[in-house]
């Protein structure tokens, strides 16, 4: 087991980097690791130590949407990330008289809304993206599977707030054109299939990015590959908009809301 050791101060954190956990823990069936929990108190602890009063993470807005329905409840693989576990544990918190906060400061902000902004501010920015979990595990030096729903998600960000040719040769390849995705960018919009495990954006959302990038195709005259399949609405503007978290002092909503 590979040992990666980090030393703050007086802690010292211990974690292994390469090993697969399943294999390591013997784990059996179906499992739902409890790392977000983990690594919340571990950073906790160090941020109190340091004097800090808050645990900034960047969950977005998608993760509160589920992936599932079984036995009649919403099983959702995000829910970790989501608001509701926000609030939860920074009642834990209270409930323990411990003066600190756990706050997402894009608890209010799509994943295509953070996309959109940094194609404003510096578009070459989206060049070193990345958001594949089996790259890096690859032996060669890539960033992007290409065959797996976080790329497909990703690349639909990229392209709906760009271009054809700037998303295909940021990623690699035409991720619209390849049919062995069919069935991934199925399930990434429509509403009626069960949405992937993975750390995806809500339906509705890359719905829009889909709508988006298959107006700018067909102006362009460009080939559609599985756009063909996306129906013909309006782009949800609403999907792009930035607003402060909910649990930070008021003082800093006001200071971010007045940002334009």
Partial sequence: MTILKIKLNLWEIQAHTQEEPAEHFAYEGVRNDPTITN???????????????FLILANDKSSNESNATYQGREVNHQSAKGAAYIERFNDFLKRKGLPFGYVSICEEVYSIGTVHQLSLWNKNILNNLTSCNEAQW???????????????FSYALIESMTDYSFASQAVGKDLFSLAELENIWKGLFDPNTEKPFECVGEKRETLMALVKCKKQRLKNGEPLGILVEIPDVDFDNSFLKISPPQNIPIEHQEKLNSVK
């Fill in 39 to 53: 690594a919340l108190f571990i950073m906790m602890i160090i941020a109190m130590q340091q004097g800090h009063r």
């Fill in 138 to 152: 690859s032996p060669e030096d890539v960033r992007w599977c290409c065959n797996c729903p976080k790329c497909a």
